[in-house]
């Protein structure tokens, strides 16, 4: 490690062999296997952040009094790293994850870890588990950094004790059938974030109350669930943990719509960068409400011409139906759309290293 490294280094004695990471590398899925190390660091008032460790991946212990078990003070964050064309390995706008993991950490009352701490960490298992991150087409390598409160001790208060946790996971495509369009199912019944609560956070709470309205859109024959305005019920915020964008076409110009940031959506980095991309390709963009009323009149019309969601996992999906009590659409005859394809591709490109990064995106690891 570099001069002045705040990470002590205890890795495995013994090292996965060749052979068997390969076979474990075959046929990957999403968040299924994970490399051999991660880096831990905890908190401890008054003292502030310690030194941290890269130690083997296993279970961690925790008390039964545990903060995080009763109170739930847990965050998390989601970013990759990618094989590069020349061998190397890059992480992409992994410092714009550590921004919002302590924007997240401030609404939770949770201490606010450094962004040069985060990233070195993920550095740290990066550099240490290399032979881990996949080189086949899609594939890379996920990160995951969480902080839970660690304090032993009742009563409903910010805990004084926490731990940062930072691992991987080798993954291919986020939805097996590969980039082909979803169906979802509008969510009328449930709300996942209301004015002033913690939509903008990545907390574990959020994605605990998401699940019975999952399980819903399962049960209609979706793959993912879009969640309505908690106080009237008729406008677009986000497509279970990723945020969406409604491609309209008028004349000769194309325009992206996505669902403006209120307080109650994840301010998404793909979002964000698609938003940037839209300029380098030309396009018109605006961040606004979007109204389920609006949503069907322009299917029928035929101004919007195509949906599409996007996220650290799954990058850029295509959205090709929409199911409600009632009735349904279909969108770009359930078939990708150009638009959403351009980006992707023009998205990928940067993360691979196929294409020179204007933006200063990639973060160069080895």
Known sequence: MATGSTIDLRPRPQRIGDAERAKLLEGLGFGRVFTEHMVTIPYREPDGWQRGTLVPYAPITLDPAASVLHYGQAIFEGFKAYRQKDGGIATFRSDANARRFNQSAERLAMPALPVERFVEAADTLIETDHAWVPAGSGESLYLRPLAIATESALGVKPAKEYLFLVF??????YFPQGVKPVSVWLCTDYVRAAPGGTGAAKCAGNY??????????LDAGCQQVVWLDALEHKYVEEMGGMNLFFVYQ???????????????????????????????????????????????????????????????????????????????????GGEPGPVATRLRETLLDIQYGRVPDKHGWMHRVL
């Not at 605990?208 to 859109?217: E, T, Y």
């Not at 109650?264 to 380098?280: C, F, K, Q």
């Open 208 to 217: 605990a109350a998401s699940l019975v309205a999952q399980q819903k859109a």
């Open 250 to 332: 008028h004349g000769s110009r194309t325009k992206l719509v996505t669902p403006k940031l209120n307080g109650a959506l994840l301010a998404g980095v793909t979002r964000d960068s698609i938003l940037t991309l839209a300029d380098d390709l030309g396009y018109d963009k605006e961040e606004r409400l979007v109204s389920t009323e609006e949503w069907g009149r322009d299917l029928e019309n035929g101004t919007l011409k195509e949906v599409f969601a996007c996220g650290t996992a799954a990058v850029i999906t295509p959205v090709g139906q929409v199911k409600f009590d009632g009735g349904s659409w279909a969108i770009h």
């Open 168 to 173: 991987g996971s080798p993954s291919g495509q």
